[in-house]
């Protein structure tokens, strides 16, 4: 099952700029979309539009062949039906029913065998065994959210919408369930957008990454393409991390894991295990530039390269540097001029293991 | 005690409170969920009887279902006598008059409910109507009880719209609090100490109620 989604729609709210998004983006069955900006840049207002729950006042929204919303010809199709799951940042879980009600509670066409049946399918594919009776305020932010999951996902829609499905959740939870939830998405089959502010979760959750800026969308592409090569300053600066690496781990000592990219051996914090893909992500102002042939310092890494490209952006210089992967390191227009540094030259790149970042990717 | 009072004035507040449930609920969802610019207009209607003196909305309710006027012909025409002076008309006359202490508690119940419950609802396939029953109802059971024992109670103590609307016929709209009057009238001080004692015992309890209904904490059954 192939899928299209194409929004083009404007919404304003009074005292603040309007949201003017247009994004067009093929999902197959089981590609995560993910809407990634800072607060206020609109992705909420985009993904209640296509949940039916905004009405903008102008433009079309369409999802494979059905068209929801056209302010032009009067089509306005309602959230009922439009057969989606949508799961809102607080998960929104009816307090007064209790886990099976909530995820039954958007079974009412089936009969009251099948509903039970499929109640009891979730239950067990959302590890919620245990849990039937108990009333929301009963449970961790971990099972609240895995039932919000279970009550969106049961009435078997046809895309998943979810609003930060992880901000609700302590950090070290988050961590956790991060990897999990893109492993829930693939094994469901379902195409889903996923609204989120954090970089790293955009780039383990996500197959397409929508990056979103005052209302507008300002590029769309596969995570690392958007990360590594960002069309524009404005989404250079929304994604902040400069370099996005496909690699994978060959050691692991201790929280402290070697990463293999492209035959350049890293150091990083992660307890990834060994032979697991990750993205080694690292922002161009942890790195610094040494000259080669000087002393120890205590940064873990150091990569020996070559300056492929100068961009300098007003005070300071943008220094991509080849060393087995494309790297980006800032500096200031001084440093650069001390360590005389030219396209060409030769050059360290050193980097603490904290600033190398893993995000876990299967 | 006049025991027919009695059972007229309860007889009206049951149905006040029963039918104003019927047509409260669906007045306060559209009070409580419109995004209409100018529904303040139709709030202010809704809280008119709350300030207005019964005599003066007693008044125009007589002359609004009076022989007169379109609607009270359309009823003399349909059921063959007018509705001033008759159980029907003061029971319309009730349902006007409480209509607010309805309302308002049904509104600011629904008001409460987190609309993101309500819009998730939405998202799952459940209709407005059954969203409605499965959610905003459950979650609103407080302010439901408080507006219904609230119009019933207030329907219990309504003397000037009675007197206006009603007239004073024995079994059919004299009501309590007429007859308490019509005994001081008469100098009969015990028999409208005894009718006065069962409305303040009948209020107090029906006050009660509502009190204790909308206690944060329930301090004589722990919360289930």
Redesign the interface.
């Known amino acids: 099952m192939a899928a299209e989604v194409a929004i083009d729609i404007t919404k304003t709210f009074p005292g603040r700029a309007p949201i003017s998004a247009a994004l067009t983006c093929r999902i197959e069955q089981a590609t995560s979309l993910v809407l990634f900006g800072p607060s206020g840049s609109g992705k909420t207002t985009i993904l209640r539009s296509i ?3 905004e009405w903008p006042e102008r433009g079309t929204i369409r999802f494979m062949s059905r068209t929801w919303l056209d302010i032009g010809s009067r089509i306005r199709v ?9 799961m ?1 940042q ?1 998960y ?1 879980l ?3 029913h209790s886990v099976a009600g909530n995820i039954g ?2 079974l ?2 089936l009969s009251s065998v099948d509903r039970t049946k499929r109640v009891d399918e979730m239950v067990d594919l959302f590890q919620l065994r245990g849990l039937e009776a108990a009333k929301p305020a009963e449970l961790s932010g971990g099972q609240q959210q895995r039932v919000a999951l279970a ?2 996902v049961a ?1 078997r829609p046809q895309l998943l919408l979810l609003d930060e499905p992880l901000s609700a959740l302590d950090a070290p939870t988050r961590l956790q369930l991060r990897g999990e939830l893109r492993g829930l998405l693939k094994q469901l089959a379902l195409p889903s957008m996923i609204v989120t502010h954090d970089w790293a979760e955009a780039l383990t959750i996500g197959d397409v990454i929508a990056v979103m800026g005052d209302g507008r969308v300002l590029q769309v592409g596969p995570p690392q393409e958007v990360f590594s090569r960002p069309k524009n300053a404005d989404v250079a600066q929304i994604v902040g991390v400069e370099t996005v690496v496909q690699g994978h781990v060959i050691a692991q000592a201790d929280g402290l894991a070697t990463v293999s990219v492209n035959g350049t051996t890293l150091k990083g914090l992660g307890s990834d295990a060994i032979g697991s893909p990750v993205f080694v992500c690292i922002r161009a102002e942890d790195v610094v530039l040494e000259q080669t042939g000087s002393g120890m310092t205590s940064a873990r890494n150091h990569l020996v390269g070559k300056v492929s490209e100068i961009v300098p952006h007003g005070v300071i210089v943008h220094v991509k540097i080849e060393c087995g992967f494309p790297l980006v390191a800032m500096v200031t227009r001084g440093a650069l001029e001390d360590l005389s540094l030219d396209v060409g030259s030769p050059v360290i790149a050193a980097m603490k293991a904290g600033a190398v970042h893993l995000v876990p990717r299967s | 005690m006049n025991w027919i009072a009695i059972g007229v004035t309860l007889k009206l507040a049951i149905l006040t409170a029963v039918i104003l449930l019927v047509i409260g609920v669906p007045i306060a969802y559209w009070v409580s969920f419109s995004r209409w610019r100018w529904k303040f207009l139709i709030e202010s209607v809704v809280a008119l009887p709350l300030v207005l003196p019964p005599t003066v909305l007693g008044f125009y309710i007589l002359v609004a279902i009076g022989p007169h006027s379109p609607l009270g012909q359309l009823y003399a025409d349909l059921v063959g006598s007018p509705l001033p002076f008759t159980f029907q008309g003061l029971l319309f006359a009730s349902i006007l008059y409480s209509l607010p202490f309805a309302v308002q508690p049904f509104a600011t119940s629904f008001d409460q409910v ?1 609309r ?2 309500i ?9 407005k109507l ?1 969203t409605f029953f ?2 905003i109802a ?2 609103s059971t407080a302010g439901l009880v408080t507006g219904v024992v609230l119009s019933f109670a207030h329907t219990l103590g309504e003397f000037g719209v009675v007197l206006m609307v009603g007239g004073n016929i024995e079994g059919e709209t004299r009501t309590v609090s007429i007859d308490i009057y019509d005994e001081v009238q008469a100098l009969n001080y015990a028999g409208a100490a005894k009718t006065a004692l069962f409305l303040l015992a009948i209020s107090y309890v029906v006050l009660l109620v509502v009190y204790a209904l909308n206690r944060k904490v329930w301090s004589i059954w722990p919360p289930k």
């Not at chain 2, 819009?119 to 209709?127: D, H, K, M, P, R």
């Open positions: 949940a039916g729950l309602s959230p009922q039906q439009r057969r989606i799951g949508y809102p607080d929104a009816f307090p007064t509670y958007g009412g066409d009550r969106a009435p | 987190d993101k419950l819009e998730a609802s939405w998202t799952l396939g459940v209709s059954k499965r959610l459950p979650l």
